[in-house]
């Protein structure tokens, strides 16, 4: 079982920035992968950004266009996602994941999320 709480959202004006985190318990160190995916009303949930628990390799979703960097703490056991030129349309509740594969396949583990908002 793995526990985790996003914290750091909030309301920004256009092209400010935020720093989300995500503190995790529990069995983290079994994570292979761990993500931030936002939802914003009425859409689905889509995945913004990935980092490899052994490498720390890193992926974006296109529409980041190098506005936010993933990042993580081992020694805090935190995830961060530092958002900065926030838009309108990144306007979301934002949820911390984390991966963890099993033999029959993988188990996700979801925070409750924080929402983000960017005021035109």
């Known amino acids: 079982q793995v526990q985790l709480v996003e914290s750091g959202g909030g309301l920004v004006q256009i092209g400010g920035s935020l720093r989300l985190s995500c503190e995790a318990s529990g069995d983290i160190r079994k994570s292979e992968i761990m993500a931030w995916y936002r939802q914003a009303p009425g859409k689905q949930r889509e995945l913004v950004a990935v980092?490899?628990?052994?490498?720390?390799?890193?992926n974006y979703a296109d529409f980041v266009e190098g506005r936010f960097t993933v990042s993580r703490d081992t020694s805090k056991n935190t995830l961060y996602l530092q958002m900065d030129s926030l838009k309108p349309e990144d306007t979301a509740v934002y949820y911390c994941n984390a991966r963890i594969y099993t033999p029959t396949g993988a188990d996700d583990y979801w925070g409750q999320g924080t929402q983000v908002t960017v005021s035109s």
């Open positions: 980092i490899t628990t052994s490498l720390s390799t890193t």
